[in-house]
């Protein structure tokens, strides 16, 4: 397997951002407080994280955040289809976050990564 990605991404509702940015840190987003970490998705797990956990939801953000920042608290687990995502099993700090914005598609329905 190729070298894993240094930049993870995760889908926020516009509020959850808000929150985030208010806060300084993100603790999760309800489904993360359920499972016990934050779901994060590689930029080629994301158009199908959105069409699967987001469909038909408007004024999402996605922010893209540095692996490196989370450092030890940082998995990568088998998920969806047997892919490895990163699960972070810690609050995500401000800080971490490298980019952000609305959430985006070019007309091919791939996502546009925040820069």
Known sequence: MSSLPTVAYKVLT???????????????????????????????????????HFAGQSELVIAAVSLAAVGAALRWEVSRGGALFPHVYATLPLAAVLAAGPVQRAADGAVLLPG
């Open 14 to 52: 516009a509020p959850q951002w808000a929150a985030w940015q208010a806060e300084g840190s993100f603790a999760g987003a309800p489904v993360d407080l359920a499972d016990g970490f934050i779901h994060l998705s590689a930029a080629d797990q994301l158009a199908g994280t959105l069409d699967k």
